[in-house]
């Protein structure tokens, strides 16, 4: 309070003197903005930043503990009907990037990225899922073993 | 008052262009004058302490981070105190020293933002918007340090889940110097401009009785002359080792509060400032491998405690023995300070209502979390959200 009273006689306190952001906020106009434009220029983000994570399923050992371990509940796994063998899918719409699953994972298969997940406003990316991963590395085998005895 | 008078109710919120967040005041006037307050709490209410028991101790620190999104490093902190508490387990002293460095980065953005957000209230548009660009630095920097600008996940049972790189620390170093300068002048500003002073000195005033009284904590008591701070009675993790000041001022006013927070940011900042310097070096968890880390915690309670932006924080888990805990007890500081502050807008103005609250640094995702009580029936009792939801349909 005595601060208070002090800068009142001098005169500071006045409500008539000059607002001390007047200048600043003057000179700011002929400045670029602060802001940038949001779908054009995206940010980039800083090194090490959590973003879209995948699964390597070569690398997959099918354990589940991801699944388990996932506190978004977000990855579910996936079962392929002629191997039997289950494989982790992730819901980026659920996904909270908090990277537990890179975390846990013992034999590491998940790739981590930079890459921001999408805004709302565009449709959810949806990385392969573990059938078109399993038909793509079918049809590469198949074709890989065609090719073959023709040599 | 004498019968003659009108009583007039006005609502304040939960939806009001005043009060940013989604709680109501239902304010009793007589003319200008406020004489009664009654807060109703409750609209933003997700029971997480109901959920925290239903999932396992790693997937709380995901869940309990997200109590509040300013102060999410400071729960995930106090939560993994009391885990350690419970299992007797020791940090390395790099990873206490690294989540000082976390807390209070996160301290900086949070103290600036309730500035920011104050100069809005009052009317300081221009204030507001160059607060908040500044503020963007910090934000940086804690995705630099954590991994994400908003929600660090950086504690982890027994340590932190990502080291500090020795490059990345040049970096820190070069923006703090920037927010330092920077804060110097808005300290100018806060403590000369005829417009904030006139709006918040001598507004809600507490005296330190009253405070002590009503147990204000945080920056909200330390404005009232009251040397509340965790970090300095009761030190957790490296704030023993650390040098630094208690910050209180004698006016008890809006204004004193804000001041104590600006000069929180300086101290926050030679805080960092000694931790990039002091930082030792060793392993950042106990174990050889975070996939190490254990999957039970024995049977007991453990507490935790820390110094959040707003106040004192403290977490309470229980354990069974088993992979989840049996019940998480959270007690955030919003809840003190809304609820007992109301005594300091009593016989204001009305125009004053929004910058005492907003003094308080309410957070009121912080507030709601648990207790749903029966008004019909007088009770308080526990009820999970979707049981309420097949009990009372809406509509």
Redesign the interface.
Known sequence: ?E??RK?EAAG??????L???LG??LRNLFKKP?TVMAPPREIK??????GIHRVNYDKCISCSLCAI????LAIKMVTIPETKKRYPEIDYGKC?????CV??C?VNAYEVSIEKPAPETKPVIVKETPLEWYKSKKSQQTSSTQQSPQK | MSKNKYLVEIPVGPQHPALHEPISLRLKVEGERVVQVDVVAGYNHRGVEWLAERKTFYQDLFLVARTCGICNAVHGASYVQAVEDLAGIEVPPRARYLRALVMELERIHSHILVLAVMAEVIGFESLFMLMMRDRERVMYLKELVTGNRVHADYMFIGGVRRDLPSEKIDKIKKNIDYIEERMKEYKKIWSEDPIILKRTQEVGVASKSQALAHSLVGPVARGSNVKSDIRYIDPYDAYDEIPFNVITRDEGDSWARMMVRIDEVFESISIIRYILEHLPSGPIIPWKNIKLAPRKFPKGEGIGRVEAPRGELLYHVFSDGSMKPYRVKIRTPSVLNIHNGVFMMLDQHIADIPVIFVSFDPCISCTERVTVIDLKTNEKKLIPWRKLVKEKPLG
């Open positions: 309070m601060e208070a800068r500071v306190n006045n409500a008539l003197s607002p001390k952001l600043k906020t602060s983000p800083a090194e090490g930043y959590r371990e996932c506190p978004a909270i990037f908090c990277y537990r975390e846990v013992p």
